[in-house]
Every structure is written in C-alpha cells, then in structure tokens.
C-alpha cells in the first residue's frame, strides 16, 4: 500500500556531500513524522535524524553541524543533506515514516524503504 524508494547514496571521498532522497508512494493520507536511520556493518540501526508534520527536527548527536534532514509534504518527499562526511558516515541508509492511509487517516503505520549505501572512503 505505501512504497518508499531511497536514492542519492554512493562512494564519496571523506570530506565530501551526499544527498539522500526518499520518496512515499500510495494512498497516503498523511505522513506525521520522517526518519532516516542507518546501520554499518556489525553494527545496530541507529537513528539519524527525524522531521515532523510542521518541521520540528531532530539528529543524532554524530551528526549534528553536518547533517539536515528536510521534507516536502506536497511530494511525500524526506532528504537529507550529508556534508563533511567521515569514514564512520559509512552504512545503508534507510528512510522511515509513520504513515496514515485514506480509508483509514486515524490510524499510522510504520514504514521503511529498501535502503542505500553511503561509503566514505579515506
């Protein structure tokens, strides 16, 4: 019912900007909060930052300064701006929502998209 699609990842050179995108498909009512998580090898899915219905952020203490997360309600869109990335940036990125559907608006439900690979060479 609700596809969210993530592009923009890549390999890019310590230092360097990335913008991740990620795009919600399907009978969307409303999206009341957008995440973006990620997670490196061996290691557990940590929150990277989050955005609200009105703009309210926000970032995991890693990212502060250096990451912003924006959304465009009219395109069901969330990104995230990543600048001075460092090696440790290194994992798949996963956009996230709290989604409510018409036919059913008062009830949200949690959705992922698929991921994508940011690496951060040295």
């Known amino acids: 019912q609700v596809q969210l699609v993530e592009s923009g990842g890549g390999l890019v050179q310590v230092g360097g900007s990335l913008r991740l995108s990620c795009v919600a498909s399907?009978?969307?009512?409303?999206?009341?909060?957008r995440r973006w998580y990620r997670q490196g090898v061996g290691k557990l899915r940590e929150l990277v930052a989050a955005?609200?219905?009105?703009?309210?952020?926000t970032y995991a203490d890693s990212v502060k300064g250096r990451f912003t997360i924006s959304a465009d309600n009219a395109k069901n869109a969330v990104y995230l701006q990543m600048n001075s990335l460092k090696p440790e940036d290194t994992a798949v990125y996963y956009c996230n929502g709290n989604v409510a559907l018409y036919g059913s608006i008062s009830s949200y439900g949690d959705y992922w998209g698929q991921g994508t690979q940011v690496t951060v060479s040295s």
């Open positions: 955005i609200d219905s009105i703009g309210r952020t």
């Open positions: 399907g009978s969307i009512y409303n999206i009341s909060v």
